[in-house]
């Protein structure tokens, strides 16, 4: 179906009655964690990380039919489950919260590897973003990595189209930059290069951050402001 840009009001209602259904059902990362709630969870885990793995699921939204498998394996009612495909094409807000679903398996995965070591690692993953902080050796980081990308390949049928081993000093997640600048404390600053790139594209500056006059575009009127 055509990709419907404005969602009718009954639409959004329908929505969120499948969001609250399925979040009664079945709980996983996405559902009841928002991007906030997880830039929380770092600051609060990831103190005195030394290396960090972050990773990006590539074509998130297009494995729409995974997403659904993994629905039939938790749905019985085949309705509803046609009632959540519909709307696939309406909007982002379902489908959003059912591949969550979907990658609440990778979750479970990095939980079982972590389970498995003595090193100390920290995960926090929201919608196709993850960042895995960990107190060792990087080839401890290559060895995690390896498995990961296995996993999301293997299992989940997806790509990584990031997948980078850095130090902990000022790593992107969640239009973030996720800093360690001394003691070991975690501070969040604003990634102004990402901002100033979305203005640009936009046509609301340059690509350097230089502002542009767009009153002709927005107003009919720039001297009645």
């Known amino acids: 179906c055509k990709k419907n840009t404005t969602l009718t009001f009954k639409i959004r209602i329908v929505q969120e009655v499948i969001r609250n259904i399925l979040q009664a059902v079945y709980e996983p990362r996405g559902v009841s964690q928002s991007a906030h709630t997880a830039l929380k969870q770092v600051k609060k885990d990831f103190a005195g990380t030394v290396w960090v793995i972050a990773g990006k699921i590539s074509n998130y939204f297009d494995e729409f039919a995974q997403v659904n498998k993994i629905l039939e394996e938790l749905i019985e009612d085949g309705k509803f489950l046609q009632l959540i495909n ?109 901002i100033i790139s979305r203005l640009a594209k936009k046509g609301y500056c340059k690509a350097n951050g230089e502002p542009v006059a767009n009153f002709a575009e927005h107003y009919e009127d720039p001297q009645s402001l």
């Open 86 to 194: 519909s709307l696939h094409c309406a909007g982002e807000g379902v489908v959003q919260l059912v591949a969550n679903i979907f990658l609440d398996k990778l979750d479970k995965f990095v939980e079982q590897q972590i389970s498995q070591t003595s090193k100390r690692i920290s995960y926090v993953g929201y919608a196709d973003a993850f960042l895995l902080g960990m107190v060792g050796g990087k080839k401890d980081c290559f060895d995690l990595r390896k498995s990961l990308t296995t996993f999301v390949k293997e299992k989940l049928h997806l790509e990584l189209n990031q997948l980078n081993i850095t130090r902990l000093k000022e790593v992107p997640f969640l239009g973030y930059l996720i800093c360690q600048p001394y003691n070991g404390r975690i501070w969040l600053k604003m990634d102004m290069q990402r």
